[in-house]
C-alpha cells in the first residue's frame, strides 16, 4: 500500500479537525471512528475482511503504513476473527494523538502550543491548507447532492462521519438536517464501512458486550438479558511520547 493518497483515519481526523478553533469535533466518539476507520483502510487494502461480525485477517503481509500495520499485527496475533465492536470497544490510547502528529509530520497541520487556566500546557493543531479538508467534504457533498453510489472509500468515509456524529459538524442547523439524513444513508453502499460504523455506534450505545443475532426460530427461547458474551481484550496503540518532560494535554 503506498502512501500517496490519505488514510481514511487522516481523512476522518481532518473532517473533525475545526479549521478555527484547531479542536475536535466529537473528540470520544472520535477516538472510536479512527479505530474503525483502520479497519475499514485494512479491509480495503486487502489484508482483513468481514466474517458476519467478526473480522479476520485474510493477508497478514505489512501495508508500509507503520499505525495500520501495528494494528494488523494485533489483529494476527488473536489468531481468531475478532468481534467489530470489541475490537473498536478496545482503549485506543494515544492513538488519536498518533494520527496528529503524523498530519503534522506531513505538514498538514500545524501545532499551536497554548495553556490551559494559565497553567496546563495545552497543544492545539490547526490545518495549514484548508483546501485538502474541503476536498475531503466536497467528495461527501457530491455523494449526498447527486444519489450517485459513490466509491467504497467515500462511502466508509461518509459512514465512519455519521457513526461519530460528525453530521451537525459538517451540516449544521436546520437546514443541514436533509443533508445529515443522506449522510446517514451512504452508509448502505459499502458492507465493511457499514459494519464498522454500526459497530461504532454499538460500543457508544453501550452494545458492547452483547452481539448481535438473529430473530429467535419460532418454538425457541431467545437468551435473556444476562446471555452476554465475555468481551475480548482490549487492543491499543501505544501513546506517542509528548516533547519535554511535562506531558502536554491535547485539546479536545
Same mark, same amino acid.
Given at each position: 500500500?503506498?502512501?500517496?493518497?490519505?488514510?481514511? =483515519?487522516?481523512? %476522518? @481526523?481532518?473532517?473533525?479537525?475545526?479549521?478555527?478553533?484547531?479542536?475536535?469535533?466529537?473528540?470520544?466518539?472520535? $477516538?472510536?471512528?479512527?479505530?474503525?476507520?483502520? %479497519?475499514?483502510?485494512?479491509?480495503?487494502?486487502?489484508?482483513?475482511?468481514?466474517?458476519?461480525?467478526?473480522?479476520?485477517?485474510?493477508?497478514?503481509?505489512?501495508?508500509? $503504513?507503520?499505525?495500520?500495520?501495528?494494528?494488523?499485527? %494485533?489483529?494476527?496475533?488473536?489468531?481468531?476473527?475478532?468481534?467489530?465492536?470489541?475490537?473498536?470497544?478496545?482503549?485506543?490510547?494515544? &492513538?488519536?494523538?498518533? /494520527?496528529?502528529?503524523?498530519?503534522?509530520?506531513?505538514?498538514?497541520?500545524?501545532?499551536?502550543?497554548?495553556?490551559?487556566?494559565?497553567? @496546563?500546557?495545552?497543544?492545539? /493543531?490547526?490545518?495549514?491548507?484548508?483546501?485538502?479538508?474541503?476536498?475531503?467534504?466536497?467528495? &461527501?457533498?457530491?455523494?449526498?447532492?447527486?444519489?450517485?453510489?459513490? $466509491?467504497?472509500?467515500?462511502?466508509?468515509?461518509?459512514?465512519?462521519?455519521?457513526?461519530?456524529?460528525? *453530521?451537525?459538524?459538517? /451540516?449544521?442547523?436546520?437546514?443541514?438536517?436533509?443533508?445529515?439524513?443522506?449522510?446517514?444513508?451512504?452508509?448502505?453502499?459499502? =458492507?465493511?464501512?457499514?459494519?464498522?460504523?454500526?459497530?461504532?455506534? $454499538?460500543?457508544?450505545?453501550?452494545?458492547?458486550?452483547?452481539?448481535?443475532?438473529?430473530?429467535? =426460530?419460532?418454538?425457541?427461547?431467545?437468551? *435473556?438479558?444476562?446471555?452476554?458474551?465475555?468481551?475480548?481484550?482490549?487492543?491499543?496503540? =501505544?501513546?506517542?511520547?509528548?516533547?519535554?518532560?511535562?506531558?502536554?494535554?491535547?485539546?479536545?
Amino acid at each position: 500500500m503506498g502512501r500517496s493518497r490519505r488514510t481514511l =483515519p487522516e481523512e %476522518l @481526523l481532518l473532517l473533525a479537525l475545526d479549521p478555527t478553533t484547531g479542536t475536535t469535533a466529537q473528540p470520544q466518539s472520535l $477516538d472510536l471512528g479512527l479505530a474503525g476507520a483502520q %479497519l475499514v483502510e485494512l479491509a480495503l487494502a486487502g489484508r482483513i475482511a468481514p466474517d458476519g461480525d467478526r473480522i479476520a485477517v485474510v493477508a497478514p503481509r505489512p501495508t508500509g $503504513d507503520p499505525t495500520l500495520d501495528c494494528a494488523l499485527e %494485533l489483529l494476527r496475533r488473536r489468531g481468531a476473527p475478532v468481534r467489530a465492536v470489541n475490537w473498536i470497544g478496545g482503549p485506543r490510547l494515544g &492513538l488519536r494523538q498518533t /494520527y496528529l502528529s503524523h498530519l503534522e509530520r506531513c505538514g498538514m497541520v500545524h501545532a499551536v502550543e497554548g495553556q490551559m487556566c494559565g497553567v @496546563l500546557p495545552t497543544t492545539r /493543531y490547526q490545518a495549514t491548507d484548508t483546501a485538502i479538508s474541503r476536498e475531503i467534504k466536497a467528495r &461527501l457533498d457530491s455523494a449526498i447532492r447527486t444519489g450517485v453510489p459513490p $466509491d467504497p472509500r467515500t462511502a466508509a468515509l461518509a459512514a465512519l462521519a455519521h457513526a461519530v456524529g460528525l *453530521g451537525k459538524h459538517l /451540516y449544521p442547523g436546520n437546514e443541514g438536517r436533509s443533508s445529515r439524513s443522506r449522510l446517514r444513508d451512504l452508509i448502505r453502499h459499502d =458492507p465493511m464501512g457499514g459494519l464498522v460504523a454500526h459497530a461504532v455506534m $454499538d460500543v457508544q450505545n453501550g452494545a458492547a458486550a452483547q452481539p448481535r443475532r438473529s430473530p429467535a =426460530p419460532a418454538g425457541r427461547q431467545a437468551a *435473556g438479558p444476562g446471555a452476554r458474551s465475555a468481551p475480548e481484550p482490549a487492543r491499543g496503540v =501505544p501513546a506517542q511520547p509528548r516533547h519535554g518532560s511535562m506531558a502536554r494535554a491535547v485539546a479536545h
